[in-house]
């Protein structure tokens, strides 16, 4: 089965500082891990994935196969950075798998 | 020239009563989703469908039908809507490119029923 944990529910911090989103998957074989954003009301969009190895919006993710995670880190958060944060991973089925998600607000 | 677009953007409707949802891309995917944002955004699986294959999450009512009339739709038909049916329906369509699938979503449906 396949798993995917968000420990935090809520994040706050302050404008400019660094903001780590913590997620840790579980999955058999060699999944393809996905950070997803919500702003308030909209759709889901795609912020970045484990295979392009990108940096989107100051935002990046390692995979850390050994500790099984991928957390999301930006080292200076900004206003609107405020959203909810889906942690995704897919296997062989194709169909993601999401985390509880986390909702970070990023104070003034 | 959206995407993934969903209709309708809010459904009122009455327990009881039977509805449908209208989901179409026009990114020349090949597989769609349909998935159920809960009121603690919890967001989950119900199906994935392309021109071969039906999965459904083994948890969700068979009250709950997707029809697809082409690859480029994937409607979701609901009977005998409950209270707890109401929630945020998501679709969303991929097709997997160069080893990589990557999910579009739709706006999103909010449904309530009273």
């Known amino acids: 089965a396949q798993r995917v944990t968000q420990p935090e529910k809520l994040l706050s911090v302050f404008k400019g500082a660094p903001v780590e989103l913590k997620c840790n998957y579980s999955?058999?074989?060699?999944?393809?891990l996905f950070w997803y954003v919500q702003y308030s009301r909209q759709r889901l969009q795609l912020l970045l994935r484990?295979?392009s190895r990108e940096s989107i919006k100051g935002f990046t993710a390692d995979l850390n196969k050994g500790e099984t995670s991928f957390h999301l880190k930006k080292p200076f958060a900004q206003e609107e950075d405020s959203a909810m944060y889906y942690c995704a991973l897919t296997g062989s089925a194709r169909q993601l798998t999401f985390g509880s998600g986390t909702q970070l607000t990023v104070l003034p | 020239d959206t995407a993934v677009s969903q209709t309708p953007k809010y459904l009122v409707t009455q327990m009881g009563n039977d509805k449908s949802i209208k989901c179409e891309q026009n990114?020349?995917?090949?597989?769609m989703y349909w998935y159920k944002q809960d009121s603690k955004k919890f967001l989950k699986i119900m199906f994935s469908y392309n021109n071969k294959e039906l999965i459904i999450n083994e948890t969700v009512p068979n009250r709950f039908s997707p029809k697809s009339p082409d690859k480029a739709h994937l409607n979701l038909h609901i009977n005998s809507l409950e209270l707890g049916d109401s929630a945020v329906y998501f679709c969303?369509?991929?097709?997997?490119?160069?080893?990589?699938?990557?999910?579009?979503f739709g706006p999103g449906t909010r449904l309530t029923v009273l």
């Open positions: 990114l020349g995917h090949d597989t």
């Open positions: 484990h295979i």
């Open positions: 969303a369509s991929s097709a997997r490119t160069r080893g990589r699938d990557t999910q579009y």
């Open positions: 999955y058999s074989g060699s999944p393809e």
